[in-house]
Structures are given as structure tokens and as C-alpha cells.
Nanobody, 124 residues
Framework: QVQLVESGGGLVQAGGSLKLSCTNS????????IVWFRQAPGKEREFVAS????????YYSASVEGRFTISRDNAKNTVDLQMNSLKPEDTAVYYC?????????????????WGKGTLVTVSS
């Protein structure tokens, strides 16, 4: 059983940084792409960033490219999302998910496993 757990969320001022982690405590997902999504209040869940199984390829939404960095350590079963230059519009619940469809898959319907999310709040 794959169990994804997000951590690292919290309250930060605009311009600040946070690092989110997605840890798999169950069966290894080293051959899956890992995808971060977010959902702001009253909005649909949206793609943020993804990384392929080896960590050699990444993909970002236009709204976060250049500010967020995704990385993974398969030995530790962890995928990190480093978020810099945060803006109030980044406020959302952030979810990590695993997919066998490849790292350029942006659809939440294509995810095989989900974490429960971690809340990020950016104050202005």
C-alpha cells in the first residue's frame, strides 16, 4: 500500500519561503512520477509541479516556474517542493500524488495515489 504524507505547510509572509515534503511510508513509488497539486478556497485543484521517477525531469506550471523547485530522493522515499518568493495567491492546500502515467501528466484524474494535503498560507 502506498501512503503519501505531506509536511512543511504553515504561515509565511509574502516574499518568504517554505519547503514542503512528500514522504511515502508504504510501498515504494520510486517508479512513479510525483506531482504536486494545490487547491485554494473556492477554486478547483490545479497542477503545480511534477518530477519523473529518476528526478532527472521536472515540469512546472507557469504560475510557479522560477519560484518553486521540485526534487526527489528515492533512497529516502521523499519528494520536496521548495517554494520561494511566495505570494498571497499561493495560499492553498498542497497535495502530492503519484502517477504511473508520466511526469507531464497534469490531470488529477490520472493520479494513482494521493496524500491528504498540507495547508500553506501566505500573508500580505
Amino acid at each position: 500500500q502506498v501512503q503519501l504524507v505531506e509536511s512543511g505547510g504553515g504561515l509565511v509572509q509574502a516574499g518568504g519561503s517554505l519547503k514542503l515534503s512528500c514522504t511515502n511510508s508504504g510501498r515504494a513509488v520510486s517508479m512513479y512520477a510525483i506531482v504536486w497539486f494545490r487547491q485554494a478556497p473556492g477554486k478547483e485543484r490545479e497542477f503545480v509541479a511534477s518530477i519523473n521517477w529518476s528526478g532527472g525531469s521536472t515540469y512546472y506550471s507557469a504560475s510557479v516556474e522560477g519560484r518553486f523547485t521540485i526534487s526527489r530522493d528515492n533512497a529516502k522515499n521523499t519528494v520536496d517542493l521548495q517554494m520561494n518568493s511566495l505570494k498571497p495567491e499561493d495560499t492553498a492546500v498542497y497535495y502530492c500524488a503519484a502517477t504511473s502515467r508520466g511526469y507531464r501528466t497534469r490531470s488529477s484524474d490520472a493520479m494513482n495515489y494521493w496524500g491528504k494535503g498540507t495547508l500553506v498560507t501566505v500573508s500580505s
